[in-house]
Nanobody
Framework: QVQLVESGGGLVQAGGSLRLSCAASGNIFNINVMGWYRQAPGNQREMVATITAGGMTNSADSVKGRFTISRDNAKNTVYLQMNSLKPEDTAVYYC???????????????WGQGTQVTVSS
């Protein structure tokens, strides 16, 4: 089993910044991809940004130029630096990891419990 523990959410005014962290622990051989997703009330969960073990990133158009994803492979931790926050960024943010528990080419998908980000206007 793998556990993902998120931290860093909170309340911030529009234009402000927050940094989310997510640490993975447990039965981990390799983490192929780590990422952040978000879900606002009444909306489907959407991808915010992802990063591979090699550092390749992908992000939603709505956050390009404002959010930066990074990871520390030695710590099995992914970060999301969020700048120039807007009220429409308000959502529960979920950490995601695609994990190989051993050397076999089998991966499993894990989710964190979510952290609330609220941006006031």
């Amino acid at each position: 089993q793998v556990q993902l523990v998120e931290s860093g959410g909170g309340l911030v005014q529009a234009g402000g910044s927050l940094r989310l962290s997510c640490a993975a622990s447990g039965n981990i051989f390799n983490i192929n991809v780590m990422g952040w997703y978000r879900q606002a009330p009444g909306n489907q969960r959407e991808m915010v940004a992802t990063i591979t073990a090699g550092g390749m990133t992908n992000s939603a158009d709505s956050v390009k130029g404002r959010f930066t994803i990074s990871r520390d492979n030695a710590k099995n931790t992914v970060y999301l630096q969020m700048n120039s926050l807007k009220p429409e960024d308000t959502a529960v943010y979920y950490c995601n990891a695609i994990v190989q528990p051993n050397g076999r080419m089998v991966s499993y998908n894990y989710w964190g419990q979510g952290t609330q980000v609220t941006v006031s206007s």
